[in-house]
């Protein structure tokens, strides 16, 4: 048996996992815990991989190896290869005056007409011109500027700190379409936007092709052989995109630590709404894509304020009725993206001493996370892309209440994959492509929900408590912080 192996450095975790090249069926897995900070010295992601290596049992009889990751995520490196300073997470809204500043400077239609983004606090082109502002010594000592998935796969092919050879760094499209200062039309770097924001040239990683390798393991690693391939890798949905096979006509709702919502295109999409953001997939394609910053953690709080189980969560929201007698969440716990709030918080609305039960509460939780990745689909419908397949995915998406709840809220097929790691599979499948030249077909098995009429009052509820507080029709790059 061939073994590969796919690696998903997360925003919350490592996750490994080893697979049959033949049928892409799991072997053994290994898992490490990021911390959760929004600003981290990149040093903790590569220990967690080796932690989550060792904890799958090591690479000693693995053929290839790829790794996908966080997207946006910068890291800073000196002409040496060492890490400047911490790097500033996708997540962290400390960047929302730089991202003001940028649109404001070029003007937010030609970010969306030289990349196809619409540019958000979540980019790396922001977050370059956060650490321009915050600390231009910082700036100064920068020869190169990788993101997540780049750094972790020069690591793997022996190079690191002190070493140099930041020549060495590669990228995938998927990522670099994720910057802020790549084209989907050219398939280059836009050198002068990164310019822009950061005030001074930096090496960029070379961007491969999807069927490219991108080198072989180095020695020395713990658990890790020399000299076996190393696949180009990508960010997280364009791998995950990859393993659910993805085709025209289906979009993803994917319910993770982030909402986030794409579907696959043959051209980038340029949204001057600014809403849509058009990234690339690890195809050669493109996966327009919105995204949200609440998601899946949103249930986390919920149960935790019942003091239940997720289980019990889903159980308790589907006893109440549509809408929960008015009671509506606006889920925007950690600031947000789309729309762009990053100074919001979570608002609960109409309550009142005869709806404020467990039941109605537990249900607004699901239809107030539900409610903001709808308007994510609204987004992409009015840029003429649409599903007419919805696959669910992501850790939020097990749970009952959130299936049944999204068939009342989308009036297209929805379709829930078995559960898997889809990014550790995807990853796997650029190993077995940097291994064999082609990618392998693994097969995906799908459940399809039960179609229910379309409950229109959770979409109106969660609009009119947007109305109320200010936040309805907040442009995702215009909002300013006075």
């Given amino acids: 048996m061939t073994l590969v192996a796919g690696i998903d450095s997360s925003t919350q975790t490592c996750k490994v996992t080893v697979r049959d090249l033949d049928t892409g069926a799991k072997i053994r897995e290994g898992k490490a815990s990021h911390p959760a900070d929004t600003i981290v010295d990149p040093a903790v992601w590569w220990e967690a991989m080796l932690v989550a290596i060792t904890r799958a049992g090591g690479l000693a009889d693995v053929a290839a190896v790829s790794v996908s990751g966080q997207q ?161 890798g990508s960010g997280d949905n364009a791998a995950a995109s990859l393993a659910l096979g993805l085709s025209a006509g289906d979009a993803v709702l994917s319910l993770g630590t982030s909402g986030v919502v794409y579907a696959r295109t043959a051209q980038p999409v340029h949204d001057f709404a600014g809403y849509v953001c058009s990234y690339a997939d690890a195809t050669g394609d493109h996966l327009p894509l919105v995204a949200t910053l609440n998601a899946a953690r949103n249930l986390d709080v919920g149960a935790a304020l019942l003091g239940c189980s997720h289980a019990e969560l889903s159980d308790l929201a589907m006893e109440a009725e549509p809408g929960a007698e008015g009671l509506t969440l606006l889920p925007y716990f950690e600031g947000e993206r789309t729309p762009d709030l990053p100074h919001a918080r979570g608002s ?84 077995a492509a940097a291994l064999t030249g082609a990618f392998p077909t693994w097969s995906v098995e799908f459940t399809d929900l039960v179609a229910r009429p379309i409950e229109a009052r959770i979409a109106e509820q969660h609009e009119a408590a947007k109305v109320a507080l200010g936040y309805s029709d907040v442009n995702p790059s215009l909002e300013l912080v006075k």
């Fill in 72 to 232: 946006h995520t910068p890291i800073f490196l000196d002409a040496h290869g060492d890490i400047v300073c911490d790097s500033p997470l996708w997540n962290d809204t400390g960047s929302h005056p730089q991202m003001v500043a940028l649109n404001e400077e070029l003007g937010r239609d030609e970010w969306i007409r030289r990349t196809g983004l619409p540019i958000t606090l979540s980019d790396t082109v922001t977050k370059l011109r956060w650490l321009r502002d915050t600390d231009p010594d910082a700036v100064q000592r920068t020869a190169a500027v990788a993101v997540v998935h780049d750094w972790l796969t020069w690591r793997l092919m022996g190079f690191g700190p002190g070493v140099g050879a930041i020549d060495k760094l590669t990228t995938d499209r998927s990522e670099a379409s994720g910057t802020g200062y790549w084209s989907g039309e050219t398939g280059a770097y836009c050198l002068d936007l990164f310019e822009h924001a950061f005030g001074k040239p930096a090496h960029l990683p070379t961007i491969l092709g999807p069927l490219d390798r991108a080198g072989v393991t180095g020695s020395g690693i713990p658990g890790v052989p020399a000299g076996i391939p190393v696949g180009v």
């Fill in 348 to 431: 609960l609305l109409g309550a009142s001493l005869a709806n404020l039960t467990r039941a109605n509460f537990a249900r607004a939780v699901i239809e107030g996370t539900l409610a903001s990745q709808v308007e994510m689909l609204d987004a992409l419908n009015r840029c003429g892309i649409e599903p007419k397949r919805l696959l669910l995915i992501g850790g939020g998406a097990q749970s009952a209440a959130v299936q049944q709840i999204a068939t009342q809220m989308v009036d297209v097929p929805i379709a829930v994959p078995a559960p898997e790691e889809y990014v550790t599979k995807g990853a796997s499948m650029q190993a």
